[in-house]
């Protein structure tokens, strides 16, 4: 890969000067028409050798566009905030909205090949980190990402060439570090490294182009002329019309999980004070040693409308330190979230060591309202499965613990809740006119959940289906789960 890069290439100063004017001039014009659209946005990756120019190309773009519309992003070692949750939330965080660009050096990639290219990690990892790449670099993809990614490459002769020059040069002499120093000495191996990564995450999705970069001005019209043409590639595309999306009215099947639940299953007043009582008791003294065992936790509730969500959520905040907690009630998505990937809002959201992060609602909105009421693709909602169970093995990973309740009624109970919603005055704010809409699909949700379970519900982070009918039912078991959740975390 890198041997085509290497055959010298140069551009005159007059070709460069009959060229470089235009190619500003539609660049800028170019990012105007994307802050218009605002139907995609851009990052533009920068990678590659150690003194290969990477800064002055990154230079060069923020003059020759409107560096207002521009984020610079550079990832360093991890923040102790950082450090404190999954390693990939830094990054989803810092996505650019619909309309902007982001430019990033010092990326997702870093990390996988100094540590490869040091031996701190065998081969096995180093590609499992790569298809992590490639399946973040896929979603941002389908999620009208424009990802161009630049590998400035140079040989061992001239990267040492240059290191010594800014050393020598008393004004840039701070630009060459020990660091900078000890990869020069492991250049074979970051070369063979860095080769292995690049044909393996170069994909149709984000492909990789290396530029030869010895030449500066050769370097410059290369990035400058790449990125012109895949943004007018992509505002051309941008303007022809997508069809509006279909909404789907998946059938349940007979005796699919739901059906099987006995919803008969109650707990008298007594009983219940009890055991209630106990689990809180469990749940405030184990969410203490969250912070000591390197773990948080993450609680995801959905379910049917008036199923008992905001209740059971209650009973287990009633039990946890305001101060270790935080509720998310998810309702549809702001402007800022809809410019975004759908799982920027619930990745930036994710707790730091110590804390718990309750969903009201959450990601699986994806594949059950959205999926139904047509606000998504059928692709969109098809590929959202794999794209969550990438999210939440990510987030066990790195030391989450990850439950997900879905606490289910019956058509005849919700009913029966929505009446008496409607007919008592300190309740009406509960119900509108969008639940009476969507318990008149009722059997799609069901056949939507049921999908959900089956396709989303893991090791890690099993589905546990609360038989809701009776609310005490309910409370106890989400509690005691929640309560052996934790015990687990203890006893490690």
């Not at 020759?64 to 990832?75: C, E, P, S, V």
């Not at 404190?84 to 997702?108: D, N, Q």
């Not at 191996?189 to 044909?199: I, P």
């Not at 994806?366 to 098809?382: K, M, N, S, T, Y």
């Amino acid at each position: 890969m890198f041997e085509t890069a290497e055959i010298g290439s140069e551009i005159d100063k007059a070709t460069y000067a009959q060229q470089a004017p235009e190619v500003r001039a539609r660049l800028l014009a170019a990012q105007t028409q994307l802050g218009a659209n605002a139907n995609f946005s851009t990052i533009i990756l920068i990678g590659g050798v150690e003194g290969a120019g990477k800064t002055e190309t990154v230079n060069v773009l923020l003059e020759w566009m409107d560096a207002r519309g521009i984020r610079t992003l550079t990832y360093g070692a991890p923040s102790e905030d950082e450090a404190s949750r999954p390693e990939y939330w830094r990054y989803w965080r810092s996505l650019p909205p619909k309309g902007r660009m982001a430019i990033i050096f010092g990326s997702w990639y870093t990390s996988p090949i100094v540590e490869r290219a040091f031996d701190r990690e065998d081969q096995a990892r180093f590609d499992q980190r790569l298809d992590r790449i490639i399946d973040f670099e896929r979603m941002l993809s389908n999620e009208n990402v424009l990802l161009v990614k630049f590998w400035m490459h140079i040989a061992k002769k001239e990267q040492k060439k240059r290191l010594k020059q800014l050393s020598r040069d008393p004004l840039q002499s701070w630009r060459v570090s020990k660091r900078d120093w000890k990869f020069f000495d492991r250049y074979d191996e970051f070369r063979k490294v860095s080769e292995h990564a690049l044909r393996r995450t170069s994909t149709g999705e984000a492909p990789w182009q290396i530029v030869e970069a010895t030449d500066e001005r050769y370097r410059t019209l290369t990035v400058t002329k790449t990125l012109l043409g895949a943004l007018e590639d992509r505002l051309a595309a941008s303007k022809v019309k997508a069809e509006k999306p279909k909404a789907s009215f998946p059938k349940p099947r007979p005796n699919n999980v739901l059906r099987q639940l006995d919803m008969k299953s109650s707990l008298d007043k007594k009983e219940y004070g009890k055991k209630v009582l106990k689990h809180q008791g469990k749940i405030a003294r184990l969410t203490r040693h969250l912070a000591e065992k390197g773990r948080s936790m993450v609680l995801v509730f959905e379910g049917p409308d008036a199923a008992g969500k905001g209740g059971a959520i209650r009973r287990v905040t009633g039990s946890m330190d305001a101060r270790a907690y935080e509720v998310n009630s998810v309702a549809a998505p702001t402007d800022e979230e809809r410019a975004r990937p759908y799982l920027w809002r619930f990745w930036r959201n994710i707790p730091r060591i110590g804390r718990v992060c309750i969903f009201d609602r959450s990601w699986y909105g994806r594949v059950l309202v959205e999926r139904i009421e047509g606000f998504c693709a059928p692709q969109d909602w098809q590929r959202a499965f794999a794209e969550i169970n990438s999210f939440e093995e990510q987030l066990v990973e790195s030391g989450v613990v990850l439950r997900k309740f879905w606490i289910h009624i019956t058509a005849e109970e919700q009913l029966k809740r929505f009446q008496d919603r409607q007919e008592t005055p300190y309740k009406q704010y509960k119900i509108t006119e969008e639940d009476w809409r969507n318990r008149a699909k009722w059997e799609a949700y069901e056949a939507a959940a049921v999908d959900m379970f089956e396709k989303t519900s893991t090791e890690e982070a099993p589905w546990v289906l609360i038989e809701g009918n009776d609310k005490n039912w309910a409370r106890v078991k989400l509690l005691k789960t929640v309560a052996a959740a934790l015990e687990g975390v203890v006893e490690e």
